[in-house]
């Protein structure tokens, strides 16, 4: 199928998807699969290539040499890249819904100055270190401490689930900053890759995600400026968090992705696949199923491109993310199964993509939030209430 800018069908949005697809065609169609295969990361120089082509800044400030354009331009340019390589669209992704997204939104002019252009040009990137051991879902458990003395903070502690670990050069670091319970003491900071006391666990060998790397990042006495703060703690807490809905809007993009590319390649193979003499979409269950796959891909693109619409160049509706999250990652999954079963002994391959679509699939839904989780938000969210999960 052509690129869909459901909603969005102006000169803009369709030359900017074309584009966008004749890119992963073209230069990451070939590539995707043997880079999943050896799990290997997305290089620098085609990193690089990206910012060049304009992408990694499509929603920075334009004075730091992005295009300070609406988010859902940068949604359209990660969906097309992710159908054929999830890899290439996650540099987009971190550049322009992930923690660089967060510093251009809630950082000091001069943090911005020192990372953002350099982010948009290719030559660094900045990965999200939240989660921890005992504090996944449940974030405000976290024990990371970075404690402020004479003009610098020292960091201890350690990250899980970190992605891009290891490969990024710096860190937005979710960090407890006072004695404060819960929330009240937390806020975040930019650790370098490079500064003492940064250390890494061994890659993580994963279901999917096979050439995003995901590692441990430990701290260990790690000694950061006062000039590396984002947000202190406290109030902070809740402006990371609100930023952090671009993300939950990235990550249901590349749901979509997956979902849409394994839609798409089904519609060929039925079309294509005969069996009993006849072509499989002559087949009234075929017909049943794809229907099915069709309607959650495009529910969940409506969803998605709502909750950007609200957010234009600012933040998203919290409950339109939710349900846009929830229904793209479920949809992921199950579109992606249904492929597989459509495709038969074929889906359970290598050789047609469709396993590792349905991989991937998975992931995706974990991060950032899982389904469960999405749920309780979204009746918190509707309700305007908050539910303790620990009673």
Known sequence: M?????????????????????????RYGPLAAGWDAGRQAFPLEERRYLGAQGLLGICLPEHLGGAGAPLIDALIVIEELAKECRPAAFQVFEANTGPARVLSLIAPEELQQRFLPRVISGDISIALAIS????????????????????????????????????????????RLSDEPGAKGIGALIVEADRPGVSFGAPERLMGFRGIPSADVRFDDVVVPAENLV?????????????????????????????????????????????????????????????????????????????????GTGLPDPLEVSLAKCTANEM????????????????????????????DAHGWAVAGGTPSMQRIRIVSELLGRRFDQRQ
Do not use: C
Not at 6 to 17: E, I, P, R, Y
């Open 332 to 359: 992921a999954k199950r579109v992606s199964d249904l492929a597989m079963q459509l495709h038969g002994g074929n889906g359970y391959t290598e050789e047609y993509g469709i396993e590792r679509l349905h991989r």
């Open 2 to 26: 052509a690129p869909v800018t459901a909603g969005t069908n102006d000169d803009h949005t369709t030359q900017l998807a074309a584009v966008a697809a004749d890119i992963a065609r073209r």
């Open 132 to 175: 921890e051991p005992d504090a996944g879902s449940a974030a405000t458990d976290l024990t990371t401490r970075a404690k402020y003395a004479d003009g610098n903070y020292t960091v201890n502690g350690g990250k899980r689930w970190t992605t891009n670990g290891s490969e990024a050069d710096a860190y937005l670091v979710y960090a």
């Open 231 to 311: 947000v202190r703690a406290g109030a902070g807490f809740a402006s990371l968090f609100k930023a952090f809905s671009i993300e939950r809007l990235g990550n249901s993009t590349m749901s979509l992705a997956i979902g849409q590319a394994a839609l798409d390649r089904t519609i060929s193979y039925v079309q294509e696949r005969v069996q009993f003499g006849k072509q499989l979409i002559e087949f009234q269950n075929v017909q049943m199923t794809l229907a099915d796959m069709i309607m959650q891909v495009e529910a969940a693109r409506l969803l998605i491109y709502r909750a950007a619409k609200t957010a």
